[in-house]
């Protein structure tokens, strides 16, 4: 069994710290995947500035593959965050270069990479919408990460990528538990294989259109905790990686019993994560320069 994480990467720019960190969905998955025992490989696009050769060396150094990734001339994208009451705040974002940002595209050799996966993992930030009906029909199975923004829960854009994934990823912590069930019953109609909801500290919910399966929060003392940085991530790759031991396939739907372990395995994966920097640690010091001086991580072509 492995894992192959298809898209984002981002510096996560701690300003209360004054440290950089490595992270993106698609990278922390497999970071994740691989630190729960399975063999995990990246799949993205690097730029070619300081903070890129930063970033991939930190995922290599976890064990992650990223041999075939594509790099391309440009600035890394950095998420501006600070830590209040143990929770990470999004202060900002700066998207990076524009070659850096253009998807991926799957030629052969590179779908049939990724098809030599068990499962791949990407999001609503990667840009591979256009990629996914290719690479569900050659085989893997594909989980998606739609965050928890209202674009990407219209009925146009679930009815593009449900009917390719399956496993469909909400963060639903803004949510009830009616109008939760509501959107993973709509994601299952329009295609998904399955739907994942995490609701903070309220748990969550897995449906696949026959079981319904919740589970609650392993609550993390605040005064003890680092951050809440890729606990989302942290509790899919848990609850993949438990189906994916229970035999999880396109063929054999997880049994209530295992989709009731894989929320448990989830929630253990998501309090750990708790009490980690960031996504994975392995920050280093965040430049300093001054409004209109040039970042010492990147080259000065830029």
């Known amino acids: 069994m492995n894992v192959l994480g298809f898209g984002d990467n981002t510096i996560d720019r701690f300003v209360d710290r004054g440290t950089d960190y ?134 146009a854009y679930l009815d593009r990528v449900c009917p390719h994934v399956d496993l469909a990823l909400f963060s639903c912590s803004h949510l009830d538990e009616a109008a939760t069930g509501a959107l993973l019953a709509e994601a299952i109609r329009r295609g998904a294989g399955m739907a994942l909801a995490t609701r903070g500290l309220d748990g969550a919910i897995a449906h696949d259109g026959r079981v319904t399966a919740a589970a609650p929060t392993r609550a993390a003392d605040p005064g003890a905790m680092s951050d809440t940085m890729g606990c989302g991530d942290a509790f899919l790759a848990g609850f993949v990686v438990s ?33 980690v920097e960031s996504a994975f640690g392995n920050g280093r010091p965040a430049p300093t320069a001054r409004a209109g001086e040039r970042d010492p991580s990147r080259p000065a072509s830029h």
Do not use: I, K, M
């Open 243 to 275: 189906l994916l031991h229970d035999g999880w396939s396109r063929r054999v739907p997880p049994v209530p019993a295992a989709l009731r372990r894989a929320l448990d395995q989830g929630a253990q994966a998501a309090y750990r994560q708790c009490f």
């Open 22 to 155: 490595p992270g993106g969905n698609c990278v922390n998955v497999a970071v994740y995947a691989r630190r729960l025992g399975l063999d995990a490989a990246y799949l993205g696009v690097f730029g070619d500035d300081g903070l890129a050769a930063f970033l991939r060396a930190a995922v290599a150094a976890q064990g992650v593959a990223v041999d075939r990734c594509v790099v391309r001339r440009g600035a890394t994208s950095v998420s501006t965050l600070h830590v209040q009451d143990g929770d990470r705040v999004f202060l900002g974002y700066d998207p990076g270069g524009d070659a850096v940002r253009e998807p991926l595209v799957l030629d052969p050799g590179l779908l049939a990479y990724a098809a030599s996966f068990t499962l791949v993992h990407s999001s609503v930030y990667s840009g591979t919408e256009a990629e996914l009906p290719r690479l569900a029909t050659a085989g893997p199975l594909v989980s998606f990460d739609f965050s928890d923004e209202e674009e990407y829960r219209t009925p």
